[in-house]
């Protein structure tokens, strides 16, 4: 029976996950913490980058010499089912099996094809007990994204942008948004930081041709210490003819394009403005192993995400000022979720508000 204590171990499991935030992916967030039987950790760890150590190996490794007799009595808690198999590391349930702890309380079961349900059942064979489900739901939102992957062979896809007060995203008129005119900015410098903490977290971040033409943005996460995503210039139109200035430097530029001859990024994505949303996210998944995506517009592209259905998650930022005219915002969806308990659906940065919200088909109790 899981206990109070079980939940608390695990949650510091959790926390150590997110140390991964922005590296780990496609890969999910593990953590794992190993307890002695008198209730102290003798060993942690995370799984840090994409082809790095598993959680578990390194919180072996973190376990002192001296420690090493406590382990034959070690609880090990997993946020993450351990799995059967070798790919770029060694098979986790397999050094747990070797180790022989008494027990291993796992948060959320994998479902991945590979996995699922195969670690628990080795573990149990070696005579370990193992128990399942501790902080399940808290797991499964922090680990939304690769439920999602596996689930749908998608990308997780975060609707981004900012509104004024009275709900605009650009105050200048349509003949002054020209290219090469630059941004229009909405919200203060405060907001910057979290912005950036926001693309870092996806493998991808999605624009449309007009908005890269006019705005010229870099899309990068400069404010953060986390490597800059992949930059999806979405031009089914072909309009981008020439490599943009701001993203020479970019190693990943995806350029989904219907003609693969006009392409001017490193990577070409076949895609006609004909074709649904769909299509087009089953490819940046499977075809060029994005796992997740940050639309961050302009409104035509971000309004095409909204009414193909094709979202999970929207954040949006308002200013407290008014524009009276200008470029009108996406409408906000009357379905919108809020974000399950202890995480925060709204706050402040500056003098600009933040606000996040779920597709309703996500449930996180």
């Known amino acids: 029976m899981l ?20 590296a780990a992916a496609p890969n999910p967030l593990v953590g794992c913490v190993i307890v002695s039987e008198d209730g102290t950790v003798i060993g942690e760890g995370w799984h840090r980058a994409h082809g790095a150590g598993h959680a578990e190996a390194e919180a072996y490794a973190s376990v002192s010499k001296a420690d090493r007799d406590l382990l034959a009595r070690s609880t090990w808690y997993v946020t993450l089912e351990p799995c059967n198999h070798v790919g770029k590391t060694p098979a986790c349930a397999g050094l747990i099996e070797q180790v022989a702890p008494k027990r291993v309380v796992i948060g ?15 573990l149990q064979q070696a005579g370990i007990e193992v128990e399942s489900g501790c902080l399940e739901d808290a797991l499964r939102f922090q680990n939304r994204r690769f439920l999602w992957n596996m689930e749908q062979s998608r990308p997780w896809v975060v609707l981004k ?13 349509e003949a002054d948004r020209v290219p090469g005119s630059g941004g229009f900015a909405i919200t203060g410098a405060e907001a910057q930081r979290l912005t950036h903490h926001w693309r870092a977290l996806e493998t991808g971040i999605a624009v449309g041709a007009q908005t890269a033409l006019i705005d010229e943005p870099k899309l990068t996460v400069r404010l953060v210490d986390a490597a800059s995503p992949a930059v999806v210039l979405l031009d089914p139109s072909g309009l981008i003819t020439e490599a943009l200035p701001t993203m020479q430097d970019r190693e990943a530029v995806i350029h989904v394009s219907a003609d693969p001859g006009q392409s001017i990024g490193s990577v070409h994505c076949a895609w006609d403005i004909g074709e649904d949303l769909d299509k087009l996210l089953a490819s940046l998944y499977t075809d060029h192993e994005l796992s997740s995506i940050l639309v961050e517009g302009g409104a035509t592209v971000l309004n095409a995400f909204l009414h193909a259905d094709c979202w999970n998650e929207i954040k949006r930022w308002t200013a407290p000022r008014d524009l009276h005219s200008g470029l009108k915002a996406p409408v906000l969806p009357a379905s919108c979720g809020r974000m399950p308990q202890g995480e925060a659906s709204r706050g402040t940065e500056g003098p600009d508000t933040w606000e996040h919200f779920l597709h309703p088909r996500h449930v996180f109790e």
Request: net charge negative; hydrophobic share 40%.
């Open 3 to 22: 206990t109070s204590a079980d939940e608390a171990f695990m949650r510091h499991a959790m926390e150590l996950a997110a140390r991964g935030q922005y």
């Open 108 to 122: 959320l079961m994998d479902p991945n094809p590979r996995v699922k349900g195969g670690g628990m059942l080795r």
């Open 161 to 173: 942008w900012a509104e004024s007060a009275d709900g605009f995203m650009d105050g200048r008129s």
